[in-house]
């Protein structure tokens, strides 16, 4: 099979029947073998009933369909596990991603060689203040913070080879990272293409004010974890030992200050009426607390079951 369209839904009764139909004449002019995969997360309308109603039209068509909401990395999870395609492409339900990009993005995997391409919503239509400035402040720390170029990391619309998105494990937020993951599992040669961005047609935006919370939470997770996840004394043992030489570094200035005052004469001052005893002490502490933290980290990740599991790309033996 050609491709894999994985379709994360919430709450599209309207937009279903315009998409997939959209997506099967893209399909069909480039003679594309193809499955549409539509996950709803757990949508409070009636787009299961839609996407019942699509399957007995078009047998390519696939769904899965969730008791709840889980989000959409739990969305795109259960589709990376269904995908067949060679090329997975990845869009959003409510028509602002265009299927008529699917042909450029699966050239660009196939023909170039991208690993995953990333599509850029360089002209965007939605709201400047609360979409637009957000979006280019948060894309340009993920940049700084990753060393990944994309202009557009959160973009909907991208396209993977198949055995990226079966190496990656996508789960909490952490979808806005996919990039990140794909390059920590060894992929990376990632690539960008810039895309149409249309205006919502139908509904309203599934993503509110929690998001401008959420993202820095998970830029931080998935940065230590793709870091230190095997390797927690790395982080811990490190901060710990910087943190216990500042309390040292206080210690001594507090020793310092003791012996000027003896020798000038001066008697009766506490050492807890200095500032630098409790630097010294709590510095201390909290760094023999982080040390004992990467030293528990340790133990645990050498007992984990999958301490050795690695991602073996080819054998010749």
């Not at 040669?189 to 139908?202: A, L």
């Amino acid at each position: 099979m050609d491709i894999s369209v994985v379709v994360p839904l919430f709450n599209e009764e309207e937009s279903l029947p315009e998409l997939t139909q959209w997506i099967k004449k893209v399909m069909e002019k480039y003679n594309f073998s193809y499955e549409i995969i539509l996950i709803d997360d757990g949508s409070l309308d009636e787009s299961w009933s839609v996407v019942e109603k699509l399957q007995t039209k078009n047998q390519n068509i696939k769904g899965i369909k969730f008791r709840r909401n889980y989000g959409k990395s739990a969305a795109l999870y259960c589709g990376f596990d269904a995908a067949q395609g060679n090329v997975v492409i990845t869009m959003d339900a409510d028509l602002q991603d265009s299927p008529d990009e699917i042909p450029e993005l699966y050239r660009m995997v196939t023909e170039e060689g991208f690993d995953l391409v990333s599509g850029w919503k360089k002209k965007r239509h939605d709201p400047v203040l609360s979409k637009n400035l957000p979006s280019k402040l948060y894309n340009w720390t993920v940049r700084r913070m990753t060393g990944i170029k994309l202009h557009d990391m959160n973009c909907g619309l991208k396209a993977y080879k198949r055995k990226v998105i079966k190496s990656i494990e996508v789960y909490g937020e952490m979808h806005r990272y996919i990039p990140v993951l794909a390059k920590w599992a060894g992929y990376k040669n990632i690539g960008e293409k810039v895309v149409v961005h249309s205006e919502r047609k139908y509904g309203a935006t599934k993503f509110g004010l929690e998001r401008f919370v959420r993202g820095p939470l998970d830029l931080l997770s998935v940065i230590f974890i793709s870091r230190f996840v095997k390797r927690p004394m790395h982080f811990f043992g490190i901060l710990g030992v910087l943190i216990v030489i500042l309390g040292i570094a206080s210690a001594i200035v507090l020793a310092v200050q003791k012996t000027q005052q003896l020798k000038a004469g001066i008697y009766g001052n506490l050492l807890t009426d200095s500032t630098y005893f409790y630097i010294a002490l709590t510095a201390i502490i909290i760094g023999a607390q982080f040390f004992l933290a990467g030293f528990l980290g340790e133990l645990i990740s050498r007992s984990a079951s999958d301490r050795n599991k690695y991602q073996i790309d080819k054998k010749t033996f």
